[in-house]
């Protein structure tokens, strides 16, 4: 079964310290979203893209946060420099652009821990 | 911005009790979801409900989108120890943004 592919798994960190985060949705997915997911709660959407080019963006903390997906295809979140605050998960997720139904296929996620 | 309320937080239930939780919201959705993560996991859809009204069972689960369009509830019937994860509902607003509630930790005694 075709899945959202994540790396690292886990990651840690020290504050001050650049972090990147890589996705390889599921294959044919023209949409791509980067979620954060603090403990206990839900994941927060940071950034759609459809393609290459970002939908939303509106709740990426852009003086720390980037991302980018140069060939519409895999992508890449960064975080430079990591606070302690952005200890969380970062979920990666890929839907059918067609798509209605709001069917996101999540990645098994990566953990950043920011000491 | 949007805001879903989610409830229970969390439930400790015996084997083969049904379950029942739900979320509310001030707005509303077009589409309501229930997606269930476990530990170290990333959230598997269970249920989509694409109609105000509707209601959609998968197995055991059994999930109804309200009248309203600003609630929705999943049922677990005859619970089983694999049960145990956290569940999340879900609404999508425009562009397929889905937001999300605090969830629901469900615990399973055998």
């Known amino acids: 079964e075709a899945e959202v592919a994540q790396s690292p798994r886990y990651k840690i960190t020290e504050k001050s310290q650049a972090v990147a985060f890589w996705c390889d949705p599921i294959?044919?997915?023209?949409?791509l979203y980067w979620y954060r997911q603090i403990l206990g709660q839900g994941p927060e959407l940071l950034v759609q893209?459809?393609?290459?080019?970002?939908?939303?963006d509106s709740q990426l903390p852009k003086d720390r946060f980037s991302a980018e997906r140069l060939k519409g295809v895999d992508s890449t979140l960064k975080i430079q420099p990591a606070e302690l605050g952005d200890s969380a998960m970062y979920l990666c997720?890929?839907?059918?652009?067609?798509?209605?139904?709001?069917?996101?296929?999540f990645g098994e996620g990566s953990r950043l821990t920011v000491l | 911005g949007q805001q879903l309320n989610q409830s229970p937080q969390s439930m400790f239930i015996q084997e083969g009790e049904d379950v029942s939780m739900n979320c509310t919201s001030s707005?509303?959705?077009?589409?309501w979801l229930w997606y269930k993560q476990d530990p170290g996991e990333g959230p598997v859809l269970l249920i989509a409900?694409?109609?105000?009204?509707e209601l959609t069972s998968n197995g055991r689960l059994t999930a109804q989108f309200g009248i309203t369009r600003k609630d929705s509830f999943l049922n677990i019937s005859a619970s089983i120890p694999s049960d145990v994860g956290i569940y999340f509902c879900?609404?999508?607003?425009?562009?397929?943004?889905?937001?999300f509630g605090a969830g629901t930790i469900l615990r399973v005694k055998s």
């Open positions: 409900l694409y109609k105000a009204g």
């Open positions: 707005s509303i959705f077009n589409t």
């Open positions: 879900a609404g999508q607003l425009s562009g397929n943004k889905l937001v």
């Open positions: 893209f459809q393609d290459e080019s970002v939908v939303d």
């Open positions: 997720a890929s839907s059918l652009s067609d798509s209605v139904t709001g069917e996101l296929f």
């Open positions: 294959s044919g997915h023209a949409t």
